[in-house]
């Protein structure tokens, strides 16, 4: 048995075998770092999103270490809405003599903390809520549904507004566990409606036969097969809890006073006289926003494309 495997082994070549794996290389399936850096590569768009998104947030994270808060915050009349590009003032100062580039650097850094904070810890629970409720079904379902609409019906800004207001002391952090209570319900819904499709699915079905644990069949079975709309949702929710900060700071109910965001500095826009005659208060704020939901709504795209891509060829592999 041993000879006809070493005489055969002998007479291939080192380049023939070399050929080989070389083509073994190229038939095997790409992974997924490289779909995803070949769909960026064709989105031109998308790719510079992806660029400015990183260096931005990179910018913001240092630069914010090298500046004093309470120093920027002091009022200066001397420097009483400074215009932009003068000395020391680069996008030039608000009404109490205050730099808006420092401001603009900092609320960057609290509004986009507050942003991924609040998506990370509503998309996990919305969608760990809604593999279970979907994949259960029955009484299960029933009954976490009835916990969802309990949330739906009640007025969250409303409720927001109230919980802030009667808390005395509170931070970026307290004001993203407020918000988490109540920014999870649109993602369990729409997991919810796919986990009911996939639990009746063959594969799912199959996986109970052999024994498999329902949590690993909804994690490392359902859960992968819905990746792309996972991917999507949070991205989505990412760019929609930017503005929800901003909307509430804009309000007055956001961080506290004393701490700048992207939402205090729109809120400059008030004053009908910021709107005409000081534009540099508000409108680099304003642009930031337009920019960075634009960027994460390009880089999405992408995303789903290459989870869409991988499934795509895992199922091939398997068939």
């Known amino acids: 048995m041993d000879k006809p495997n070493s005489s055969f082994g002998s007479n291939i070549s080192k380049e023939e075998l070399e050929k080989l794996e070389k083509q073994s290389e190229e038939e095997a399936a790409p992974s997924a770092t490289r779909i995803m850096w070949n769909e960026f590569k064709a989105n031109k768009p998308a790719l510079i999103s992806l660029i400015l998104i990183a260096v931005f947030i990179l910018f913001v994270m240092i630069a914010s270490m090298f500046i004093n808060v309470p120093n920027m915050m002091q009022t200066n009349i001397m420097n009483y809405y400074a215009q932009p590009f003068s000395a020391n003032f680069w ?56 916990v969802y609409d309990f949330f739906m019906i009640i007025p969250y800004l409303m409720t927001v507004i109230v919980i802030v207001t009667i808390i005395p002391h509170y931070n970026a952090v307290t004001l993203t566990l407020i918000l988490s209570l109540f920014y999870w319900m ?24 052999i024994g498999t644990r329902d949590l690993k069949i909804i994690f490392g079975s359902i859960m992968p097969n819905i990746s792309s709309l996972i991917i999507v949702d949070t991205t989505l ?54 920019v960075l939901c634009l960027s994460i709504s390009y880089i999405g795209q992408v995303i789903r494309r290459t989870a869409d891509s991988s499934q795509r060829v895992s199922d091939k592999n398997k068939q």
Do not use: C, H
């Not at 649109?186 to 036969?209: C, F, H, M, N």
């Not at 930017?242 to 961080?255: A, C, D, H, Q």
């Open 186 to 209: 649109g993602t369990s819904r729409l997991i919810r409606s796919r986990a009911l499709a996939e639990s009746q699915k063959d594969y799912v079905a199959a996986s109970k036969t």
């Open 237 to 290: 929710s990412f760019a929609e809890n930017i503005g929800v900060e901003t909307g509430l700071s804009f309000l007055g109910f956001g961080l506290p006073l004393g701490t700048p965001s992207l939402g205090t500095l729109i809120a400059n826009a008030n004053d009908p006289e910021n709107i005409t005659q000081y534009w540099w208060t508000w409108f680099p704020a304003a642009l930031e926003i337009i």
């Open 91 to 146: 996008l030039g100062a608000d009404a109490g003599g205050r730099s808006i580039a420092q401001q603009l650097i900092v609320g960057s850094r609290n509004s986009i903390g507050i942003a991924i904070g609040l998506t990370i810890i509503s998309s996990s629970f919305g969608i760990a809520y809604g593999l279970i409720s979907g994949y259960y079904g029955g009484l299960v379902d029933l009954a976490m549904q009835r």
